[in-house]
C-alpha cells in the first residue's frame, strides 16, 4: 500500500497541467497517442518476478517536472534537447512525451519520448543524427542505420526515446513505424540488433498474428542503444493487434498463449484486460499493441492499453 502511494504521488508529481482539466466529450487538444485524440495509455511489462506497470502521456505542449532536475539524468536529456525545436531549424518543436515505469520492489523509471511523426523525413533524420552525436552514440547509430536500409521494404522514423537513468542503465531509442511490413520483414529490422533471437522472436510473432505472415498495419520496431556498444544493443517489436484480429477475447487469447510459452503465468495478464475493458472482451478492443524482445530475458513480453475515452476516432487526428 505505502509503495502504490509513493507510484501515485510521483505520477501526479510527474504529469502537466492538463491533468487537472476536465476530460470532456471531445478533446481540447487531440494527440497522436490514440485513435480518439486521448493523450496517454498503460502498458505492462511481464517478465520478471513481478510485472512492471508503465504510465506514458502526451504533454500537450506543456512542461513537464523532470525527475533530479540539475542532476546527470537531466543534463543528458539537456544534451539533445534542442535538437528537437526550431532553435535547431527543425519545422517545429517535436511532441514530448514522457512515461513513468515502476516495478515493486524497485525504483521508478522515467523517460522521455520526441514524436518525429509530424516532420519531413529529412529533419526526421538529420535530428536523429545530432541526438547521437552529442550523446556519443554516432557510430553506433551509423552502423544500425546502413543496416536497416539493407531491409526492404518501407519504413520512417517515428520517435526518439531516452531513458532518465544512471548511465550506466540508460537506453536511447529509435523507433521505426513499417508499412505493410511482413513478419520476416520486421524480424530482419529486429536482427540489426546485437541480442536478438530470430526464431523466437519469429514463433512469437506468428503466436500473435494467428500464424499470418503479415506483421499488420504500422507495425513498430524499437532499437535501443547503450553506452560503449558500437552497434543497436536490442530490438524490441510492436505488433497492433486490432488489425490482427476480430476483438479483445481472440487478442487476449494469442497474448495469454505466448506468455504461458514464455514461462508467464497469463492469469493476471487475462484478469487485467478483464477489469479494464468496458465491456464483454468479445466486443471491446482496449489492448492496443502487443511488444516482443529477446534481450537475455524470457517472457519479455509487453502489453499496451488504450482506453475508449472518446465516443469515436479522430480520423485523422489533427497533428496541427
Known amino acids: 500500500m505505502e509503495q502504490s502511494v509513493r507510484t501515485t504521488r510521483a505520477l501526479r508529481a510527474a504529469l502537466p497541467r492538463w ?6 466529450l471531445v478533446p481540447a487538444h487531440p494527440s497522436y497517442v490514440a485513435e480518439d485524440g486521448f493523450p496517454a495509455e498503460m502498458s505492462v511489462n511481464w517478465s520478471g518476478g513481478e510485472p512492471e506497470l508503465r504510465i506514458l502521456f502526451d504533454s500537450l505542449g506543456h512542461d513537464v517536472v523532470w525527475p533530479g532536475d540539475g542532476g546527470p539524468v537531466t543534463r543528458r536529456l539537456d544534451r539533445v534537447h534542442e ?15 514522457h512515461s513513468i515505469a515502476w516495478r515493486p520492489p524497485s525504483r521508478i523509471v522515467h523517460k522521455t519520448y520526441f514524436g518525429l511523426y509530424a516532420w519531413p523525413h529529412a529533419h526526421r533524420e538529420a535530428a536523429v543524427a545530432e541526438a547521437m552525436d552529442r550523446l556519443g552514440m554516432s557510430a553506433a547509430w551509423d552502423d544500425a542505420r546502413r543496416r536497416v ?16 537513468a544512471d548511465e550506466a542503465d ?17 524480424n530482419d529490422v529486429a536482427s540489426v540488433a546485437l541480442s536478438h533471437d530470430a526464431a523466437a522472436a519469429s514463433a512469437a510473432y506468428r503466436t500473435l498474428t494467428g500464424g ?18 558500437d552497434r543497436a544493443a536490442e530490438s524490441t517489436t510492436y505488433l497492433r493487434l486490432p488489425d490482427l484480429t ?38 471491446t478492443r482496449v489492448l492496443e499493441l502487443v511488444s ?12 499496451y492499453f488504450r482506453f475508449p475515452v472518446y465516443d469515436r476516432a479522430l480520423a485523422p487526428v489533427d497533428l496541427g
Not at 519504413?155 to 531513458?163: G, L, P
Not at 516482443?292 to 502489453?303: H, L, M, N, P
Open 246 to 283: 476480430s476483438s479483445d477475447e481472440e487478442a487476449v487469447e494469442r497474448t495469454a498463449e505466448l506468455l504461458h510459452r514464455e514461462g508467464v503465468d497469463p492469469g493476471r495478464f487475462r484478469l487485467l484486460t478483464a477489469a479494464l475493458a468496458p465491456g464483454p472482451l468479445s466486443g
Open 170 to 186: 540508460a537506453r536511447v531509442k529509435i523507433y521505426y513505424r513499417n508499412h505493410d511490413a511482413g513478419l520476416a520483414e520486421v
Open 292 to 303: 516482443y524482445r529477446t534481450a537475455g530475458r524470457r517472457g519479455d513480453v509487453t502489453t
Open 149 to 164: 536500409e539493407t531491409v526492404g521494404g518501407e519504413r520512417e522514423i517515428e520517435f526518439f526515446a531516452v531513458d532518465l
Open 212 to 229: 499470418r505472415p503479415e506483421a499488420g498495419e504500422a507495425a513498430l520496431s524499437c532499437l535501443a542503444f547503450r553506452s560503449g556498444v
Open 83 to 97: 535538437t528537437f525545436t526550431p532553435r535547431a531549424g527543425r519545422p517545429s518543436p517535436a511532441p514530448v512525451w
Open 19 to 24: 491533468a487537472h482539466d476536465r476530460i470532456g
